[in-house]
């Protein structure tokens, strides 16, 4: 059998060696059944249903993130190595004119080939990359290797794999191509933290350089990386950093946009096995980013080789209600930066459309404040569905309320919440008013207060001190440690009790 059709994609057994050489055991079955027998739209049911860490894994579709973002015209020939059962597959597939896949499991294969059978321009190549990447072609606009790399000790015959994987890939792309690829950092602060190394689950073993192990399999460090791409002559590159890890994004980073003061919350997402809890990841990531050495430490990497690509940062709201599903981008353009949000969905247009709504009624509101009030970011749909705003320099007042706790400076933080109550509670009869007006929401930049992110905002009135109780439920939630304390000042100056 050299091809089998399961709807409108294509599978290609030529290079097959007739036996699958890597398989996760009896959850492959299930997850072909449900491939088989339900739609992507009940993925997340059958995830609740079996609660288990590879249907998760597998099914999610927060796990295409880590490419969702990657801006494509619909054009593109793209490449994807390791495409397993097709975690991202299907969203390569609405993005890009042709797919083609590699994988070396034949169920895997078919599990992609199932959940993704409506589309008609997926291949997919069964068998081992070393065997089938001759016969491919040298046009790709994209290669996408998303958590790959690793592996190359174990499939690649070569004295240095990891060199060879990316030499023979490299040479697929068409000139101005770019190559993705997606890997854990082996000094991850999650590491240190006591999560268990990814792929061999014991504790510090990638911090150790794998010295107590026989796996084959090898992550890198950012050093690291770099030096095999100076000893393959690759000069062009970006470094991109997914957070909390490239499996289930929430952010991506990059060195034009790095992480900033509470932003790193989410540090305790380990769903397929225990570990320690040595420290507190967050507290740790405040004195990392004080000291400019995120890059040295995030607990992943997505590296685009080639030309450079016009996002800086990326915030995924993917878990939501399908009516409520976004992405925030930072988009560089040559007038700019802007900020655009998207719709995951088509349910999700008119909650997009909604900012526009309300940016005119909310400006109108604080209008009425003046001079020291609060201005609030313009919003311009586009015909895509995203909505656009300019990009607000400045500091949020989280930040600020951040540096004058730590600095002890209780008047700093009185005056700064004092007024944001004056500020953000103007006109609050007038109905029109964001809840969720947190303090990481406002821009500060001199005497300019500029809101932004105003998805949530609402055709009513209110009042100042429920904007305040909003705001610094979510500030406290983001550092429990700091609740007593501040409760304390609050409790004497604006009279909020626990």
């Not at 320099?393 to 309320?401: F, H």
């Not at 008013?433 to 821009?443: L, V, Y």
Request: hydrophobic share 35%; net charge negative.
């Amino acid at each position: 059998m050299d091809n089998l059709k399961i709807g409108g994609v294509t599978l290609d057994y030529s290079k097959y060696p007739g036996e699958d050489q890597y398989c996760d055991g009896e959850v492959e079955e299930a997850l072909l059944s449900i491939a088989r027998t339900r739609a992507p739209e009940e993925f997340a049911a059958c995830i609740r249903e079996r609660k288990d860490w590879p249907t998760l894994y597998h099914l999610s579709p927060a796990r295409a993130n880590i490419i969702e973002w990657i801006p494509m015209d619909g054009t593109e020939k793209v490449l994807e190595i390791g495409a397993g059962p097709g975690a991202m597959t299907g969203v390569l597939a609405g993005k890009a004119r042709r797919v083609d896949c590699v994988d070396l499991s034949s169920r895997r294969s078919q599990i992609n080939a199932y959940r993704n059978r409506d589309r008609d321009n997926i291949l997919i190549h069964v068998g081992n990359f070393e065997d089938i990447e001759p016969s491919l072609p040298a046009d790709y606009d994209y290669i996408f290797l998303i958590g790959v790399l690793e592996y190359a000790g174990s499939y690649i015959r070569a004295e240095r794999p990891f060199h060879e994987e990316l030499r023979r890939i490299l040479s697929h792309l068409k000139p101005g191509g770019r190559l993705v690829i997606a890997i854990e950092n082996r000094l991850g602060l999650k590491y240190f933290a006591g999560a268990r190394e990814d792929h061999t689950g014991r504790y510090f073993d990638g911090i150790r350089s794998y010295e107590n192990t026989d796996s084959q399999v090898r992550t890198f460090s950012r050093s690291a990386l770099e030096g095999i791409f100076r000893e393959l002559g690759i000069a062009e590159y970006s470094f991109y950093y997914p957070y909390p890890d490239y499996k289930f994004v929430s952010s991506v980073y990059s060195d034009r946009r790095l992480p900033r003061g509470s932003e790193l919350t989410e540090n305790i997402r380990n769903f397929d096995r225990d570990r320690l809890l040595l420290f507190d990841e967050k507290e740790a990531y405040d004195g990392i980013l004080e000291d400019g050495l995120y890059p040295v430490f995030a607990n992943s990497y997505e590296v685009v080789v080639g030309p450079a690509l016009p996002v800086s940062y990326v915030k995924y709201s993917s878990e939501r209600a399908p009516q409520y599903r976004i992405v925030t981008r930072f988009e560089e353009l040559p007038e700019g930066r802007v900020v655009r949000k998207t719709p995951l969905t088509g349910e999700a247009r008119a909650h997009v459309a909604r900012m526009a709504r309300m940016a005119e009624k909310l400006s109108r509101r604080y209008e009425v404040e003046g001079e020291g009030g609060l201005s609030v970011a313009p919003c311009r749909l586009l015909e895509d569905g995203s909505a656009e705003f300019p990009y607000v320099p400045g500091r949020t007042l989280r930040t600020l309320l951040d540096e004058a706790w730590e600095q002890g400076d209780r008047d700093r933080l009185r005056s700064l919440i004092g007024e944001f109550v004056r500020r953000a509670g103007a006109g609050e009869e007038q109905p029109a008013a964001d809840p969720d007006m947190t303090f990481g929401n406002i821009i500060v930049d001199g005497d300019r207060w500029t809101a932004i992110d105003y998805e949530w905002a609402e055709e009513k009135a209110v009042s100042a001190r429920a904007l305040l109780l909003r705001a610094l439920t979510v500030y406290m939630a983001e550092n429990e440690s700091r609740k007593e304390g501040l409760l304390s000042e609050l409790s004497a100056s604006f009279g909020i009790t626990e």
